[in-house]
Protein backbone atom coordinates (compact mmCIF):
# COMPACT_ATOMS: atom_id res chain seq x y z
CA UNK A 1 0.00 0.00 0.00
CA UNK A 2 1.36 3.55 -1.13
CA UNK A 3 1.61 5.83 2.00
CA UNK A 4 1.19 9.69 1.09
CA UNK A 5 2.60 12.30 3.78
CA UNK A 6 1.13 15.64 3.74
CA UNK A 7 2.77 18.74 5.42
CA UNK A 8 2.18 22.62 6.39
CA UNK A 9 -0.98 22.08 8.62
CA UNK A 10 -1.18 24.16 11.73
CA UNK A 11 -3.21 26.97 13.37
CA UNK A 12 -4.35 30.13 11.43
CA UNK A 13 -6.25 33.16 12.23
CA UNK A 14 -9.13 33.82 9.69
CA UNK A 15 -8.19 35.70 6.80
CA UNK A 16 -5.15 33.70 6.61
CA UNK A 17 -3.38 31.80 4.83
CA UNK A 18 -1.69 28.13 4.65
CA UNK A 19 0.13 26.08 1.57
CA UNK A 20 -0.06 22.23 2.11
CA UNK A 21 2.51 19.85 0.58
CA UNK A 22 1.69 16.08 -0.19
CA UNK A 23 4.20 13.17 -1.63
CA UNK A 24 6.02 9.71 -1.35
CA UNK A 25 9.28 8.35 -2.60
CA UNK A 26 8.82 5.66 -4.72
CA UNK A 27 4.92 6.88 -5.98
CA UNK A 28 4.73 9.35 -8.83
CA UNK A 29 2.34 12.09 -8.90
CA UNK A 30 2.03 12.26 -12.42
CA UNK A 31 -1.24 10.55 -11.95
CA UNK A 32 -4.72 11.22 -10.08
CA UNK A 33 -4.37 13.39 -7.56
CA UNK A 34 -6.76 15.00 -4.77
CA UNK A 35 -7.34 16.90 -1.95
CA UNK A 36 -10.33 15.76 0.53
CA UNK A 37 -10.85 17.13 4.22
CA UNK A 38 -12.94 16.10 7.26
CA UNK A 39 -14.12 18.19 10.02
CA UNK A 40 -15.02 16.64 13.09
CA UNK A 41 -18.03 15.01 13.15
CA UNK A 42 -18.77 15.43 9.49
CA UNK A 43 -18.02 12.64 6.67
CA UNK A 44 -15.04 13.55 4.30
CA UNK A 45 -15.32 15.40 1.26
CA UNK A 46 -13.60 16.36 -1.60
CA UNK A 47 -11.84 19.91 -2.03
CA UNK A 48 -10.39 19.25 -5.19
CA UNK A 49 -8.32 16.74 -8.02
CA UNK A 50 -5.86 17.05 -10.66
CA UNK A 51 -5.53 14.79 -13.39
CA UNK A 52 -1.83 14.22 -15.36
CA UNK A 53 -2.59 16.88 -17.91
CA UNK A 54 -2.53 19.55 -14.91
CA UNK A 55 -6.39 19.63 -15.89
CA UNK A 56 -8.01 20.41 -12.23
CA UNK A 57 -11.84 20.13 -10.94
CA UNK A 58 -12.70 21.60 -7.67
CA UNK A 59 -15.59 21.33 -5.09
CA UNK A 60 -18.08 24.02 -5.96
CA UNK A 61 -17.81 24.85 -2.19
CA UNK A 62 -14.42 25.94 -2.66
CA UNK A 63 -14.07 27.26 -6.14
CA UNK A 64 -12.09 30.64 -5.83
CA UNK A 65 -10.14 30.43 -2.25
CA UNK A 66 -8.27 27.39 -2.75
CA UNK A 67 -5.53 26.32 -5.87
CA UNK A 68 -4.71 22.97 -6.45
CA UNK A 69 -1.10 22.75 -8.22
CA UNK A 70 1.87 20.42 -8.82
CA UNK A 71 5.46 20.07 -9.17
CA UNK A 72 6.39 16.75 -11.49
CA UNK A 73 10.36 17.71 -10.72
CA UNK A 74 9.56 17.56 -7.06
CA UNK A 75 6.94 15.23 -6.76
CA UNK A 76 4.51 17.40 -4.56
CA UNK A 77 1.47 18.17 -4.71
CA UNK A 78 0.54 21.36 -2.93
CA UNK A 79 -3.14 22.96 -1.53
CA UNK A 80 -3.09 26.99 -1.55
CA UNK A 81 -6.04 27.59 0.77
CA UNK A 82 -6.34 31.71 1.12
CA UNK A 83 -8.77 34.04 3.11
CA UNK A 84 -9.28 31.16 5.28
CA UNK A 85 -12.64 30.76 7.72
CA UNK A 86 -13.81 28.70 10.74
CA UNK A 87 -15.18 26.24 8.77
CA UNK A 88 -12.63 25.09 6.83
CA UNK A 89 -11.11 23.68 9.80
CA UNK A 90 -10.41 20.23 9.89
CA UNK A 91 -8.34 17.16 8.44
CA UNK A 92 -6.93 17.20 5.18
CA UNK A 93 -6.20 14.69 3.47
CA UNK A 94 -4.01 13.85 0.16
CA UNK A 95 -5.72 11.09 -2.25
CA UNK A 96 -4.23 9.65 -4.95
CA UNK A 97 -5.67 7.42 -8.01
CA UNK A 98 -3.57 4.94 -10.45
CA UNK A 99 -5.72 5.83 -12.97
CA UNK A 100 -4.79 8.36 -15.50
CA UNK A 101 -8.01 9.92 -16.12
CA UNK A 102 -9.76 11.52 -13.03
CA UNK A 103 -13.13 10.21 -12.31
CA UNK A 104 -15.66 11.50 -9.52
CA UNK A 105 -14.54 13.82 -6.32
CA UNK A 106 -15.50 10.79 -3.79
CA UNK A 107 -13.16 8.81 -1.50
CA UNK A 108 -14.18 5.44 -3.12
CA UNK A 109 -12.17 6.35 -6.44
CA UNK A 110 -9.05 6.72 -4.70
CA UNK A 111 -6.56 4.39 -3.60
CA UNK A 112 -3.69 5.99 -1.55
CA UNK A 113 -4.31 7.86 1.22
CA UNK A 114 -2.24 10.16 3.60
CA UNK A 115 -2.76 10.45 7.25
CA UNK A 116 -4.00 13.38 6.94
CA UNK A 117 -2.71 17.22 8.56
CA UNK A 118 -4.62 19.37 10.49
CA UNK A 119 -5.77 23.13 9.69
CA UNK A 120 -7.49 24.69 12.81
CA UNK A 121 -8.63 28.23 11.88
CA UNK A 122 -9.81 30.75 14.33
CA UNK A 123 -11.90 34.07 14.74
Known amino acids: QVQLVESGGGAVQAGGYVRLSCGAP???????MAWFRQALGKEREGVGQ???????TYAASNQGRFTISKNDAKNTLYLQMNNLQPEDTAIYYC??????????????????WGPGTQVAVSS
Open 50 to 56: IDRFDIV
Open 95 to 112: AASPRSICRSLIPSDYEF
Open 26 to 32: GYTISHC
